[in-house]
């Protein structure tokens, strides 16, 4: 079932097809992204830790972590996959083997260090990829995220060079978290070989354009939590002024 899924997933991230992905962050949200159509479900760990009471940056214990990843998996007949930051510290066939026993079938991981985001060395990042492989075999989709543009080094050339290395050492899809620009994103995907992941945010292109330029992921991270707050938060001005929800 597990590898099922996983290739289910896997099959999904189609270079101008994107797989779309409005990140969750609870069994609610994660059912209604079902309702509304998408075939996949993705968690984001910043909108996860505050729903649980603390901030993203692995501060979150990894047991409530993978708890509210298996909460999301067990409410959705979909594939999931969970935002899991740098691992958690966990050893990779440890992660391997907990991520899997949510009924999570793919994960993001980080090449940056959560606590100060300093870029971890790409070789020892893709010793680190290739162990989670080893450990997860087939059963785990593995979303390598890039961080050189959010570490404050857009360097196109060093985000393809670790791109293509993960790559080649098992991950199936890379994400150069935080690349805007439609010159920048064509550049990406031409260059790294294989599967790009594109976070929608301000200076990103719409989704019809991020297909013609050939990604196969957009991710939202946790975009849509932080809607939600903000709506929340009008709603609740409105009770304060007296005037009622209905």
Same mark, same amino acid.
Request: with cysteine; net charge negative; glycine share 10%.
């Given at each position: 079932?597990t590898?099922?899924r996983?290739s289910?997933?896997?099959?999904?991230h189609?270079?101008?097809?994107?797989?779309?992905?409005p990140?969750?962050?609870?069994?609610?949200?994660?059912?209604?992204v079902?309702q509304?159509?998408?075939?996949?479900?993705?968690?984001?760990s910043?909108?996860?830790?505050r729903?649980l009471?603390?901030?993203?940056?692995e501060?979150?214990?990894?047991?409530?972590?993978?708890?509210a990843?298996?909460?999301?998996?067990?409410?959705v007949?979909?594939?999931?996959?969970?935002?899991?930051?740098?691992?958690?510290?966990?050893?990779?066939?440890?992660?391997?083997?907990r991520?899997l026993?949510?009924g999570?079938?793919?994960?993001?991981?980080?090449?940056?260090l959560?606590?100060?985001?300093e870029l +971890?060395? =790409?070789?020892?990042?893709?010793?680190? /990829?290739?162990?989670? *492989?080893?450990?997860a $075999?087939? @059963? &785990?989709?593995?979303?390598?995220?890039v961080?050189?543009?959010l570490?404050?080094r857009?360097?196109?050339?060093?985000?393809?060079?670790?791109?293509?290395?993960?790559l080649e050492?098992g991950a199936?899809?890379?994400?150069?978290?935080?690349?805007?620009g439609?010159?920048e994103?064509r550049?990406?995907v031409?260059e790294?070989?294989?599967?790009?992941?594109?976070?929608?945010?301000?200076? +990103?292109? =719409?989704l019809?354009?991020?297909?013609? /330029?050939?990604?196969? *992921?957009v991710?939202? $991270?946790s @975009? &849509?939590?932080?809607?939600?707050?903000?709506?929340?938060?009008?709603?609740?001005e409105?009770?304060?002024?007296g005037?009622g929800?209905?």
């Amino acid at each position: 079932m597990t590898t099922d899924r996983a290739s289910v997933l896997r099959a999904l991230h189609v270079p101008g097809r994107p797989l779309v992905l409005p990140n969750v962050w609870d069994a609610a949200s994660a059912r209604a992204v079902r309702q509304a159509g998408f075939p996949a479900v993705a968690t984001s760990s910043a909108a996860v830790a505050r729903t649980l009471g603390h901030e993203d940056g692995e501060r979150t214990p990894v047991a409530e972590m993978l708890a509210a990843v298996a909460r999301v998996a067990a409410a959705v007949d979909v594939p999931v996959t969970a935002d899991f930051e740098r691992g958690y510290r966990l050893k990779p066939a440890e992660l391997a083997e907990r991520l899997l026993a949510t009924g999570a079938v793919g994960c993001n991981l980080e090449d940056s260090l959560p606590d100060t985001g300093e870029l +971890v060395d =790409p070789g020892e990042q893709a010793d680190f /990829l290739a162990e989670v *492989r080893a450990a997860a $075999g087939p @059963g &785990l989709v593995i979303n390598a995220r890039v961080d050189v543009y959010l570490a404050g080094r857009p360097s196109r050339e060093e985000a393809v060079r670790r791109g293509r290395r993960y790559l080649e050492v098992g991950a199936d899809c890379v994400y150069p978290i935080g690349a805007t620009g439609e010159d920048e994103i064509r550049a990406l995907v031409s260059e790294v070989g294989g599967p790009v992941n594109v976070l929608s945010a301000p200076g +990103v292109p =719409p989704l019809g354009r991020l297909a013609e /330029l050939g990604v196969a *992921r957009v991710s939202f $991270g946790s @975009g &849509l939590h932080q809607a939600t707050q903000a709506y929340t938060k009008g709603l609740l001005e409105v009770v304060v002024e007296g005037r009622g929800l209905y």
